[in-house]
């Protein structure tokens, strides 16, 4: 008996709304991770992208559990010497809350092309509203 392998022709990619509104930042982060990379399908391929599409919202109402909200840290370096600018995870919220969690997301990914296609596939937004009303999303409570 041979082993089944999908084609990426075969595979059916939906729309998921995920709120992650007053929810711990990690425990979103690993779950929609795993939708991204398709795992939770029973044709899952470790090297075929057929995970589904998600769109993120009010990740600017997204929390860290303990006093991770005062010490964690996300640095950036300008490529100057001695350049490195960081912003605590309070600024960043006051910055770019999409940021955050798109950048959660992306340590959970592989670290590959394969990863980056992946990455594509997620949408954050910080607020309640989304411009992809006409790809049909269906809510999706993780």
């Known amino acids: 008996m041979k082993t089944y392998l999908p084609k990426l022709s075969e595979v059916e990619k939906k729309w998921y709304v995920v709120d992650v509104g007053e929810k711990i930042l990690g425990r979103q982060a690993t779950k929609v991770a795993r939708i991204l990379m398709g795992k939770t399908k029973p044709t899952y391929t470790p090297f075929l992208d057929t995970g589904d599409y998600i769109i993120v919202v009010n990740a600017d109402k997204i929390a860290l559990s303990g006093k991770k909200p005062w010490q964690k840290e996300y640095y950036h370096h300008t490529g100057y010497p001695g350049a490195l600018k960081k912003k605590t995870f309070q600024q960043m919220m006051n910055y770019r809350p999409e940021f955050i969690f798109r950048e959660a997301v992306k340590g959970m990914l592989p670290k590959n092309r394969l990863g980056r296609k992946m990455l594509k596939k997620l949408f954050v ?14 809510s999706l409570e993780l």
């Open 125 to 138: 937004y910080a607020g309640e509203k989304h411009p992809h009303q006409a790809q049909k999303p269906e």
